[in-house]
Structures are given as structure tokens and as C-alpha cells.
Nanobody
């Protein structure tokens, strides 16, 4: 199983980025996919999740209205559209797959390698 996260970069506050998570080696359409982020010295934090079908999405209050998660099962890819980025959104962003969109990162076995997002104030 391989998850490949990409799309990170250095942006200014208020800018947008779209992250991608491309999956291989698993039956992608039966897995929920979640995004987590980790800032230096902090624990890994749940950012967003999408159900296996794409019909349900989940996100914490901190990113509601700014981040949108979606998926294209035909391309085995999940996207995280991040708008109005803030300095506190800085961190390494990881995608992870499980059969249920858990918010606890300890419940995931399949992880992408992470992509760095840096937001300058």
C-alpha cells in the first residue's frame, strides 16, 4: 500500500493550496481517507476526512469553511483544497487511509509520506 501526498509549498497568509493524495496497492474505493497535520513540537492533528464514497466529509472547527476535502475514486486520489490559509496552518500534512474516517491518528496503519505547508504571515 502506498499513499503519495503532494502539493505543499510556501505561501502567504490568505493564499490557497490544493493537496493531493494518490493511492495504490489497495481497493481505494472502500477506504475513507483523512488528512492530518503536524507542526514542529506538536502532536499530529486531524484536519479533514472523506468517506469511501465521497458523500460524507468531516473537519474540525478550526478549518471549517476554509478547507474542503474531496475524492476521485476513478483516479485513486483524494484532494484537500485549502483556502484563506493562516500562519497556524503551517505544518507537514499527511494523508492516511482506513475503512472508517477516524479522527485519532493512532487508528491508521496506512500513511503517506507528508508534504510541507508553510504559511508566512
Amino acid at each position: 500500500v502506498q499513499l503519495q501526498a503532494s502539493g505543499g509549498g510556501l505561501v502567504q497568509a490568505g493564499d490557497s493550496l490544493r493537496l493531493s493524495c494518490a493511492a495504490s496497492g489497495l481497493t481505494f474505493s472502500v477506504y475513507a481517507v483523512s488528512w492530518f497535520r503536524q507542526a514542529p513540537g506538536k502532536e499530529r492533528e486531524f484536519v479533514a476526512a472523506v468517506s469511501w464514497s465521497g458523500s460524507s466529509t468531516y473537519s474540525p472547527h478550526s478549518v471549517n469553511g476554509r478547507f474542503t476535502v474531496s475524492r476521485d475514486n476513478a483516479k485513486n486520489t483524494v484532494y484537500l483544497q485549502m483556502n484563506d490559509l493562516k500562519y497556524e496552518d503551517t505544518g507537514v500534512y499527511y494523508c492516511a487511509a482506513n475503512t472508517w474516517p477516524y479522527t485519532n491518528p493512532a487508528l491508521y496503519h496506512y500513511w503517506g509520506q507528508g508534504t510541507q505547508v508553510t504559511v508566512s504571515s
